[in-house]
């Protein structure tokens, strides 16, 4: 009985001597398909591996990508040097601790003995053409784990950059992101603290932002889940500023998929917005999609990215609008509301395409006269006379029976139907000779 002990103990050491060499490799591996997978994301970077040291139980890499956006690079680094007018590249060092245990890692902080591929910290940095570096706040935390689910946590204290004469302060930030061995299901979740930026005349904050959510690429290109995101204030206060700001942002979007079909939500509301000439406003939006074509949906997508070449003419993406627009889709706004001192705003809209199962025969004529719309408004009647009020051609509305006064109210009505658009009961036919 004890000879088994004794095997199946320097068994197990063996399998942890020679495993980080081993995992080692597949650490290198899933670092390089990570990188790759990031490149294939975006079209506006690119990565480039500038050195990998494996050793046995640790491995050390650096890698660079290059940016575009230059206004992103000087928020995080600072300005960059007067002699230099190139977006600097992003670098990323990177230290790995590999082996199914990875011992090593805890000589360093948030180090683990979780089992998995790799245990790694990264930090970051910007590199401008002139050879200086400026580091970025914070550092990167990853784990590989033994199916290839991959964790990335991204966490910083508090800290501060001089930009363009004035200050940017940040509070910290903890922002945790999953993924699976195929990057295809993604959940993330995290926070980040208060922001100011300031300068001899003017100051501006952002309060803490808190965000959960989850996306499944896996059938769907475009992807589908739920996010949620919450902002606690933000306020600009100065003589260069224009009041602004508000006391509580809400945001919630969720989408999913049934079948071949695309359905969606979006929730948001506002309090205590600032709306120049209105004044403070609680706003409140309750949307939906339903019923779009998955494939036709991620295909007109696609024609709106390659439109983005100055070339690029509404033609390019017609003959994707159209099969979009051939199966079919409702949109429904079940609610938008803004509520001010004097009174509330409140209304609903609802459309609806029927299918059509021929895209070679769209035409804009031939949409107006499928689709179904209404729209119902109700302003009250206090907010309706300060409206009036700080832009007096609003009146016209009432004028010429846009609106209807109702009691304490002033209502809108309006259907389209058959071409024909009806406010309050009187129609109003719209022309179709639009361009075939």
Do not use: C
């Not at 597949?26 to 990570?34: G, H, Q």
């Amino acid at each position: 009985m004890k000879r088994w002990v004794v095997i199946l103990l320097i068994a197990l050491a063996v399998v942890l001597l020679l495993s980080p060499g081993i995992v080692g490799r597949m650490a290198e591996r899933n670092l390089s398909d990570s990188l790759s997978w990031m490149q294939q994301e975006s079209d506006d970077i690119v990565v480039t591996s500038e050195a990998f040291q494996r050793g046995w139980f640790t491995s050390e890499g650096r890698h660079r990508i290059a940016l575009s956006d230059a206004g992103l690079a000087e928020i995080f680094g600072g300005p960059p040097p007067a002699d230099s007018d190139q977006p600097p590249t992003l670098i990323i060092d990177t230290h790995i601790d590999h082996g199914l245990v990875p011992f090593t890692s805890l000589g360093r902080e948030h180090g683990t003995l979780v089992p998995g591929i790799a245990s790694s910290v990264s930090t970051l940095s910007l590199e401008y053409e002139t050879g200086d570096v400026v580091e970025l706040p914070g550092r990167m935390y990853s784990s590989v784990g033994l199916t290839g689910d991959t964790t990335h946590r991204y966490l910083t204290d508090e800290g501060s950059r001089i930009i363009d004469g004035g200050t940017l302060s940040w509070q910290g930030a903890d922002i945790t992101v999953t993924s699976d061995s195929s990057r295809r299901v993604f959940t993330f979740d995290g926070s980040i603290e208060p922001l100011s930026l300031e300068d001899e005349l003017n100051s501006g904050r952002l309060g803490r932002i808190t965000f959960t959510g989850a996306q499944d690429r896996r059938v769907f290109e475009l992807g589908v889940g739920d996010m949620r995101i919450e902002v606690d204030g933000a306020q600009g206060v100065g003589p260069a500023l224009e009041e602004a700001g508000f006391r509580r942002l809400v945001a919630e979007l969720s989408t999913e998929l049934h079948g071949d079909r695309v359905s969606g939500r979006y929730r948001m509301e506002f309090d205590d917005l600032i709306s120049d000439p209105l004044g403070s406003m609680d706003l409140e939006l309750d949307l939906s999609v339903t019923g779009l074509h998955a494939t036709s949906l991620q295909a007109l997508v696609d024609a709106l990215d390659r439109a983005q070449d100055p070339s690029a003419t509404s033609a390019d993406i017609e003959p994707e609008f159209a099969a979009l627009v051939a199966y079919g889709w409702q949109f429904h706004m079940e609610r938008f509301s803004f509520r001010l001192p004097q009174g509330d705003l409140r209304g609903t809209l609802n459309v609806e395409i029927p299918a059509s199962g021929d895209p070679d025969q769209f035409s804009w004529p031939a949409l107006l006269l499928a689709m179904k719309a209404s729209m119902d408004v109700s302003i009250d009647a206090p907010l309706y006379d300060y409206m009036v009020t700080v832009q007096p051609e609003f009146a016209t509305a009432a004028a010429m029976g846009l609106l209807s006064a109702t009691g304490d109210t002033y209502e809108m009505k309006a259907a389209f139907e058959s071409g024909l658009l009806t406010i309050n009961g009187a129609p109003l036919p719209i022309p179709l000779n639009m361009q075939q």
